[in-house]
């Protein structure tokens, strides 16, 4: 085990699986309670549209997907109004659309596509600093928005109109919100990759509704058992040799899965 | 002392065939209103109406005198129960949402909101709820939870939707009972599909199908039979008999 945290891409790999617990837990919760994973899966898809687009236009991967990340989930959010967020069909839509977009773009781009595996399954493996960084960042941004508005975040996910008659500014909070998955699905892409991303979010926040007697219990929960998925799924994938990404979305899902079983 | 006034009310999501038309309806202090309807006949549009979730196309809307945008601190809203809905939420959060609009944003609940949401809860008889969570509870406990939220926020008048849905015939009774009780310090109206679970408590009752008539506190079988504002098939299925027919001699409940 010691010789599995010498090696300086080890550490980084177990730092960033802890910080990167911290916001799916919180956000995931908030996507748990107002039902909303089908909408995550989308805007992780939907931002593969931006990464193909950042490669053709020769900026940083991270910034065409955060920029059609938030684009499409304040463009769901506006669209669906007033109502629950998001059709199934308009999902989809987006869903598949971003993939297709991203795939044009690469190939016209001409990039190397061992690339593109780490932007689909994660890369763990390969954690920079700036990595870090933008992951701690976003638990700094998640956390504080939370604790400023945990009422108000409560209020919208459980009763959105009668929040809205207490003359709370629901549009802002909605679009707060919105803003917060999108950013957190980006920055979670690094552990699992966009197609298991969905997973990673909600897996751990629907094992922690069932025990939970409050949100903000569920939240911490939620942080806790996405940190324990995590570290198990990265000493086994050491031990095994495995992708991470795979590893930490088949410990969740066997989780999950006993959970189900033993009610 | 007028709360509530709608005058010559059109409104819904299509102007050429609004969901309510040349509605005028209005509340004292004091009424206890029963509003009744087939689904689809603008019973929740007037509500959103009532609540300014939605403008009307023409007529005028005044709640206590003031746009509804700013009066919605003087409703107590109780939307209708959702039986199966699942959310990690204790029966005192819940409570504690009706002092959203008076505890402000960026602040946390204060000792006094607390207070106040532990005192509906007691005068509702569900104080012994408020640490379970929400979605263990029956219908019944539900709507008492849902009746304590609208009254944390010290509202004067409390608008109901389909408030005896949730509630088993055997509750039904003490659940008018509670209402009357409120409505000596405030006026209840509510809305609902369901003329058989309209009680002698109420005072008056008004239908609406598009249009809305209101009967006023002497209604009969024959104002009813007579009212086209109110649906055939309420009529047909004979349910109002119950009601009404007590109410004639004024011995039921």
Known sequence: MSDMFSYTFMQNAFILTALASIACGVVGSLITVNRMSSFTGSIAHASFGGLGLAYLLGVHPMIGATVFAVGSALGIGALSGRNRIGSDTAMAALWATGMAAGLVFIKLSGTYTSDLMSWLFGSLMAVSRTDLFLTAGLDVVVLGSVILFYKEFLGISYDLEFTRIQGVPVWFLRGLFLVLAALTTIVLMKVTGLIMVIALLTIPASIAERYSSSLRKMMVLASFLSLLFGIIGLFIAWWLDLPSGAAIILVSSIAYFLVLAHR | ?253
Do not use: W
């Open chain 2, 1 to 253: 002392m007028v709360l509530l006034e709608l005058r010559n009310v059109t409104a819904g999501y299509n102007r050429d065939h609004p969901a309510i038309e040349n509605v005028d309806l209005s509340v004292e202090k004091n009424d206890f209103i029963a509003i009744i309807g087939p689904n689809g006949g603008g019973k929740t549009t007037l509500l959103k109406v009532v609540l300014g979730l939605l403008i009307p196309f023409t007529g005028t809307v005044k709640v206590f005198g003031k746009e509804p945008v700013h009066s919605r601190k003087n409703i107590g809203y109780v939307p209708q129960v959702i039986p199966s809905r699942v959310f990690p939420v204790s029966v005192l959060d819940v409570v504690l949402m009706g002092r959203l609009g008076s505890s402000g944003f960026f602040r946390r609940y204060t000792d006094r909101d607390r207070a106040i949401a532990v005192e509906k809860l007691e005068k509702l008889g569900v104080f012994n709820l408020a640490g379970k969570r929400m979605d263990q509870l029956s219908g019944g406990q539900k709507q008492r939870v849902l009746i304590a939220r609208a009254l944390a926020g010290e509202p004067k008048l409390l608008l109901l939707d389909e408030p005896v849905a949730s509630v088993d015939s055997e509750t039904q009774q003490s659940f008018y009972n509670l209402l009357a009780g409120l409505n000596s310090r405030m006026a209840v109206v509510l809305v609902t599909h369901d003329v058989g679970a309209v009680s002698s408590h109420v005072k008056s009752i008004a239908c609406i199908n598009r249009h809305l008539v209101s009967h006023g506190e002497t209604i009969s079988e024959k104002d009813v039979a007579r009212a086209y504002g109110c649906p055939f098939e309420l009529v047909a299925h004979g349910v109002p008999h119950r009601v009404l027919g007590a109410r004639k001699d004024g011995s039921h409940v």
